[in-house]
Structures are given as structure tokens and as C-alpha cells.
């Protein structure tokens, strides 16, 4: 089994940057997606952007050109650099490690969460 461990989150102003880091505790089969999610209270969890082993990210739509995803596959390390951050992106932020339609095993990982609050 692997473990995720989210880190980096945080109280910032709007405006303000944070980067959040997720380590796997070893190696990740591949290829594989890693990605991060949010949950807001009341609201249901939403995908922020992910990113294959190959270097492929998806962004959603309201973080396209604030939020970056990153990868160290020698790491096994994914992270998220966040600017511009507004209140509308307070959330727990989860991470996740899933399989394609292409990875010999089937697996979904995800960390236990790391809240980002943005307020002033």
C-alpha cells in the first residue's frame, strides 16, 4: 500500500501564493496520474489539475493560469504552486495517485488532505 502525505497548506492573504507538496512513501507504478482535488465545506470534490508520469496536466477551468502541478518522478513527489489566490479556493486539498487504462495494476491512492484557507 502506498501512503500519500500532503504538505504545505495554509492561512494566506488573497493575493497571496502557496505551494503544496505530496510524497509517496515509495514507488508508484506506472504509468500512473497524480493529481490534486478540493473539497469546500457544503460542496463536493473537485479536480484542480492533474498530471501524467509523462508530463501531460489537466487544469480546471477556474485555476487555469493561477495554479501550476509538478512532478519529480524520482521523488515520487507531486506538487501544486498556487498564486493569486482568492477565497474562493479555501478548500482541504486532497492528492491522488490513480492507474490508467494502461498501468498492469489497478490502484487509487489518496492523502489524507491539507486545508488552504484564503483570508484576509
Known amino acids: 500500500q502506498v501512503q500519500l502525505v500532503e504538505s504545505g497548506g495554509g492561512l494566506v492573504q488573497p493575493g497571496g501564493s502557496l505551494t503544496l507538496s505530496c510524497a509517496a512513501s515509495?514507488?508508484?507504478?506506472?504509468?500512473?496520474?497524480m493529481g490534486w482535488y478540493r473539497q469546500a465545506p457544503g460542496k463536493q470534490r473537485e479536480l484542480v489539475a492533474t498530471i501524467t508520469s509523462g508530463g501531460v496536466t489537466n487544469y480546471a477551468d477556474s485555476v487555469k493560469g493561477r495554479f501550476t502541478i509538478s512532478r519529480d518522478n524520482a521523488k515520487n513527489t507531486v506538487y501544486l504552486q498556487m498564486n493569486s489566490l482568492n477565497p474562493e479556493d479555501t478548500a482541504a486539498y486532497y492528492c491522488?495517485?490513480?492507474?490508467?487504462?494502461?498501468?498492469?495494476?489497478?490502484?487509487?491512492?489518496w492523502g489524507q488532505g491539507t486545508q488552504v484557507t484564503v483570508s484576509s
Open positions: 515509495k514507488s508508484i507504478f506506472r504509468p500512473n496520474v
Open positions: 491522488n495517485a490513480a492507474s490508467t487504462a494502461w498501468t498492469s495494476t489497478r490502484f487509487d491512492y
